[in-house]
Nanobody
């Protein structure tokens, strides 16, 4: 069973950057699509970015041009580089592995998540 652990969140000012990491174990992440999603208080979960096994990436319109998803050469860690952060980016960010249960739209494509971590909090102040 996949185990995922996110880190790298924090409190920043608008316009600053953060880099989130997600360590993956118990799952051959290299063979599947991995993704990030977020949830702000009182709002639904929102797909943020996804990366396929071949490295193709997709982004929500709200983060396109500001966020970059990547994975390391050994494909055990997923990253999300977030630049020019805005207050509306404030949320708990989760990385997800494929499976049933949670479906989110990212860049016009539906992704299904079966596992995700505890999340990491991102707070952006104006």
């Amino acid at each position: 069973q996949a185990q995922l652990m996110e880190s790298g969140g924090g409190s920043v000012q608008a316009g600053e950057s953060l880099r989130l990491s997600c360590v993956v174990s118990g799952f051959p992440g290299s063979r599947y699509c991995m993704a990030w999603f977020r949830q702000a208080p009182g709002k639904d979960r929102e797909g943020v970015a996804a990366i396929d096994s071949d490295g193709t990436s997709r982004y929500a319109d709200s983060v396109l041009g500001r966020f970059t998803i990547s994975k390391d050469s050994f494909e055990k860690t997923l990253y999300l580089q977030m630049n020019n952060l805005k207050p509306e980016d404030s949320a708990i960010y989760y990385c997800g592995a494929p499976g049933g249960g949670l479906r989110l739209l990212i860049g016009g494509v539906w992704f299904s998540f079966g596992s995700w971590g505890q999340g990491t909090q991102v707070t952006v102040s104006s």
